[in-house]
């Protein structure tokens, strides 16, 4: 069993940069793949990037390459995501999530365990 709780949202203005981050509780932290996922109003969930339980491998949507960076570290049980150049359509609920080791991939449904959520909101 993984607990998962997200923190670092805000509000902020286009071209800022924000830093996510989400602690995890539970045993074998490390062998987990994590991802983070965003969904806007009105809008489906959508993958957003995931790291491989090693943090070797790493998974990206097209619409935040270069401007997201996720990392983990496995000694704190955290997983971030680095969110720089922030536009009003990243504006969304983020999402912390974890699987039992594999790729960094991009399937919400074979994600197991999610976090409540952190607002991110990007003003024009």
């Known amino acids: 069993q993984v607990q998962l709780v997200e923190s670092g949202g805000g509000l902020v203005q286009a071209g800022d940069s924000l830093r996510l981050s989400c602690a995890a509780s539970?045993?074998?932290?490390?062998?987990?793949?994590l991802g983070w996922f965003r969904q806007a109003p009105g809008k489906e969930r959508e993958f957003v990037a995931a790291?491989?339980?090693?943090?070797?491998?790493?998974n990206y949507a097209d619409s935040v390459k270069g401007r997201f960076t996720i990392s983990r570290d496995n000694t704190q049980n955290t997983v971030a995501l680095q969110m720089n150049s922030l536009k009003p359509g990243d504006t969304a609920v983020y999402y912390c999530?974890?699987?039992?080791?594999?790729?960094?991939?991009?399937?919400?449904?074979?994600?197991?365990?999610w976090g409540q959520g952190t607002q991110v909101t990007v003003s024009s």
């Open positions: 999530a974890a699987k039992r080791s594999g790729a960094p991939i991009s399937t919400m449904t074979v994600y197991d365990y």
């Open positions: 539970g045993r074998s932290f490390s062998t987990y793949t």
């Open positions: 790291i491989s339980w090693i943090g070797g491998s790493t």
